[in-house]
């Protein structure tokens, strides 16, 4: 009976239709598995040779270690290099996802004159090529005699991260259901309690997202830094500068750890995420 | 709340915005200034005096019209390959990869997190000379002896394909997934087949990712050096190569700052043609 019923509801494909479908599906997988192969093949060389028993020049192999992640300080500066980038890195963060969660707020919530002009100045340093960004910035601070450094290159950081939180937590808040809102005022909430106990914690993913995107976006950019930071070493300047003659071991090592925990965090994040959900 | 409710949106812009106009704009106008100076007449290296020289424009373009047609050709062909590469990626993730849908987003992202300019050394080492894959091709006789994989135009080409695939494949995918399968069913029951629907239905849906991917493409493959700096040669240098000697090795502001200025404004006024073009004003 339940077999007659399921042949009757289901109209029976061609088997041309069937097998060009089946092999549609198929060619899209396989070339999923080369795409992903071209884009970790990089990453995998990065990882094997951190274990490469390679001396000064990171270039041949020469046999099997684990002294480069059991010292991952070993070559001098990398890891002073490490650190400034750290630190860049995260107050490049803090200061981009306050100024741009503010600015995706005044947006995203409020009609209001220049609104369309606000979104303009957002998109434009998104729209200006980092060399730019960064010859402009390093010719305004020789202009007022600020030698390029440390704090130079926070906030130039901070500039180009701007536009991609404000992106990142606009894109939150326009998802919201206004309805939740509604309903914590009918409850007798004041606007700022419903901000506080509804508002913030709906857009708070979207705002650490902006905060991982910012990071991210800091720890690895070279050109705007290598523009406004002078004799301060980054890890990007570290790894260009010592390319010349050979990248130490160790930046294996750390661009690696850097890959796995980064991995960590976000797939951390989509188990927490999938268990409220649930 | 004690202020009227009308000044909320501006208080809340006003510290962003005042950095903005601080660190963004006000560099621009300064640039701008910069470019239409010339050196101090027997003053020391890097002393430079306005004189509202618009020559510098002319001087610097000509002298650099290589370089400049290099950097647009290359992020163009890099923004063509990223696309042909990324698209069908993208399809595939949000279409055909069900439960694993996230994971395989996630791993899209993922190679940003190692440092790109040690993957980009990663692929210098792996096409170069003390790699495997040069002698191994040479071993059978497919590229001859004298060949190279680095140190070319298509070095450069790839390696910029390669580091702004993600910033392709994300907008790509964010269109695709917003796309309702039943409009693509709808095609179907019309009698369109499967090229068809997807040429007529899913391809124009996408259009919005297709434009926000190429900008994301573009916007920084031409301003880049550093892949023309790891894996070209001489023969290779971009615009941001120029740019980047003039401001330290020949301490030479204002024609850095004209060429910053003239590839900035080439940039705005190809992309504000694609936008229009494109049709599609959502990205602002």
């Known amino acids: 009976m339940s077999q007659k019923i399921k042949d009757a509801s289901i109209p029976t494909i061609p088997v041309k239709a069937r097998f060009s479908r089946w092999f549609g599906r198929n060619l899209l997988r396989i070339y999923m598995i080369f795409g992903f192969t071209y884009l970790f093949i ?237 | 709340m004690s202020f009227p409710k009308v000044r909320v949106p501006y208080l809340l812009l006003l510290p ?85 849908k996230n994971i395989l987003l996630v791993l899209v992202v993922a190679p940003f997190f190692t440092s790109f300019l040690l993957r980009t050394i990663a692929w210098k080492q792996i096409l170069g000379e003390e790699g495997f894959v040069v002698p191994g091709l040479r071993s059978l006789h497919i590229i001859g002896e004298q060949t190279t994989l680095t140190s070319t135009s298509i070095a450069v080409v790839a390696g910029m394909t390669y580091n702004f695939l993600p910033f392709m494949t994300l907008p790509l995918y964010a269109s695709l997934e917003r796309i309702d399968p039943r409009t693509i069913e709808a095609a179907g029951d019309l009698y369109a087949n499967g090229i068809t629907a997807f040429r007529r239905v899913t391809v124009p849906l996408s259009l919005p990712g297709v434009v926000a991917g190429t900008l994301l493409t573009f916007i920084p493959a031409a301003g880049d050096y550093v892949n023309a700096a790891i894996l070209g040669s001489p023969n290779t240098k971009m615009i941001g190569n120029v740019i980047e000697s003039r401001y330290f090795k020949i301490v030479d502001y204002p024609t850095a700052a004209a060429l910053s200025f003239t590839l900035m404004a080439a940039i705005l006024v190809l992309v504000t043609l694609y936008i229009r073009k494109a049709g599609t004003e959502e990205l602002v």
């Open chain 2, 16 to 100: 962003g915005f005042a950095f903005l106009f601080t660190f963004f704009i006000l560099p621009i106008i300064n640039l701008a200034q910069t470019s239409t100076q010339t050196r101090v007449a027997g003053g020391d290296t890097g002393e430079y005096e306005q004189t509202l020289a618009f020559g510098n424009y002319i001087q610097a373009f000509v002298d650099n019209k290589e370089q400049f047609g290099r950097s647009f050709l290359y992020a163009t062909l890099a923004t063509v390959f990223a696309l042909a590469i990324a698209y069908p990626l993208a399809y595939a993730i949000a279409f055909k990869s069900g439960k694993f």
């Open chain 1, 42 to 278: 990089p990453v995998a060389y990065t990882f094997v040779f951190s274990f490469n028993d390679s001396g000064k020049s990171n270039l041949i192999w020469k046999g099997f270690t684990l002294s480069n992640w059991q010292n991952p300080c070993g070559a001098p500066e990398v890891c002073k290099a490490l650190g400034n980038s750290i630190k860049i890195g995260l107050l490049a963060t803090i200061f981009s996802t306050i100024l741009g969660t503010m600015i995706a707020f005044a947006i995203g919530r409020y009609k209001f004159k220049g609104r369309s002009s606000s979104n303009l100045l957002i998109f434009l340093p998104m729209a200006t090529p980092e060399i730019v960004l960064g010859a402009s910035l390093l010719s305004l601070f020789l202009v007022f005699k600020i030698n390029p450094g440390f704090w130079p290159t926070v906030i130039a950081h901070v500039v180009f991260c701007i536009s991609f939180v404000v992106v990142t937590v606009k894109a939150r808040i326009a998802s919201l259901d206004p309805r939740l809102e509604q309903a914590a005022m009918d409850l007798y909430a004041n606007e700022l309690e419903t901000f506080r106990r509804v508002t913030l914690p709906l857009v708070a993913p979207g705002i650490a997202g902006a905060a991982l995107l910012a990071f991210s976006l800091s720890f690895d950019d070279f050109i705007i830094t290598n523009f406004n930071s002078g004799t301060l070493i980054t890890f990007p300047k570290f790894v260009y500068v010592s390319a010349a003659r050979g990248i130490p071991a160790q930046a294996n090592v750390i661009g690696s750890a850097m890959f796995f925990l980064a991995l960590a965090i976000v797939i951390a994040a989509q188990l927490v995420k999938r268990k409220r959900t649930r």
